[in-house]
C-alpha cells in the first residue's frame, strides 16, 4: 500500500471515529495537505532529480509558504526520504504486487522481468529515481542514500526470491548461482534505461527481451 493510500484511509478512520472534531477536522486538513505535498515533490524529482528537490522548490509548486511545506516534514532530508518511500511503494504495487497471484517459478519470474522492463520504458522521460538517484547519492553518505539504498536492496532481494522459487521449482538448473542471474536481469534494465534514455538506441525493449530470453536459456533446464 503507498503512503498516500495509507494516508487515505487514515483519513477515513479518523472522520468516522468523530467527524465533527475541530480537531480532527485540522488534522485531515493537515494529513491531505502532506499527501499533496509528497505527490507534488515526487513529481518535482523525476523532473529534477533528489538533489534537486528543496523546500522552496515545493513549496513553489505548491504554491505555499516555505514554512507551510516545513512544518509537515522538518527537513529537506525528510522531504526527500518521504519521496523515496513513495516511489518505492509505487514501483512495488505497478512491478511486483501483480505477479504475487501467479504460480512460483518462472511464470511468476517472467511477468515480474515484463513488468520492471515496462515500467523503465515508461520511465524514459522522466527518469527512475533509482537510477538517477543512485547517481546522485553514491558518493554521499547520509539518511537519503541509506534510504534509497534500502529501497533498491529491498527490491533487488525479491527478484533474488523470484529466482531462487524457480529453482526450487526445478524451472532452472539445480546448480546456478541465483545471485548471478539476479545480477545479469538487473544489468539488462540498467542497459535498458541507459541507452533508450541518454543514447537514443532503438529497440532497446526487444534488445532486453531478448537478453532476458538468453539468461533463462543458459540457466535453465532443457
Known amino acids: 500500500m503507498t503512503l498516500l493510500k495509507e494516508n487515505r484511509l487514515q483519513l477515513v478512520e479518523n472522520t468516522v471515529k468523530s467527524p465533527n472534531s475541530s480537531a480532527t477536522r485540522l488534522l485531515l486538513k493537515g494529513q491531505q495537505t502532506k499527501v499533496a505535498i509528497v505527490d507534488a515533490a515526487l513529481g518535482l524529482a523525476a ?30 532530508e525528510e522531504l526527500q526520504i518521504s519521496v523515496i518511500r513513495e516511489y518505492h511503494q509505487r514501483f512495488e504495487k505497478d512491478v511486483f504486487f501483480p505477479v504475487m497471484h501467479l504460480p512460483r517459478g518462472l511464470p511468476r519470474l517472467k511477468a515480474l522481468f515484463d513488468n520492471w522492463m515496462k515500467r523503465t520504458t515508461i520511465e524514459i522521460d522522466s527518469g527512475c529515481l533509482y537510477i538517477s538517484g543512485a547517481a546522485e547519492f553514491d558518493d554521499r ?22 529466482v531462487m522459487q524457480a529453482k526450487e521449482q526445478g524451472h532452472l538448473k539445480s546448480d546456478i548461482d541465483a545471485k548471478q542471474m539476479s545480477f545479469e ?15 537514443k538506441t532503438d529497440k532497446t525493449s526487444t534488445r532486453a527481451q531478448v ?3 538468453h539468461i533463462l536459456q543458459r540457466y535453465g533446464q532443457h
Open 141 to 162: 553518505p547520509g539518511p537519503v542514500q541509506d534510504a534509497l539504498a534500502s529501497s533498491i536492496k529491498t527490491w533487488l532481494q525479491a527478484v533474488h526470491r523470484c
Open 211 to 213: 537478453g532476458f530470453d
Open 185 to 199: 536481469i538487473h544489468g539488462l534494465i540498467l542497459a535498458l534505461h541507459f541507452e533508450a534514455r541518454l543514447l
Open 47 to 76: 523532473q529534477i532529480g533528489l538533489e534537486g528537490l528543496s523546500i522552496g522548490a515545493v513549496a513553489e509548486v505548491m504554491k505555499m509558504s516555505k514554512s507551510g511545506v516545513f512544518a509537515h516534514f522538518g527537513s529537506r
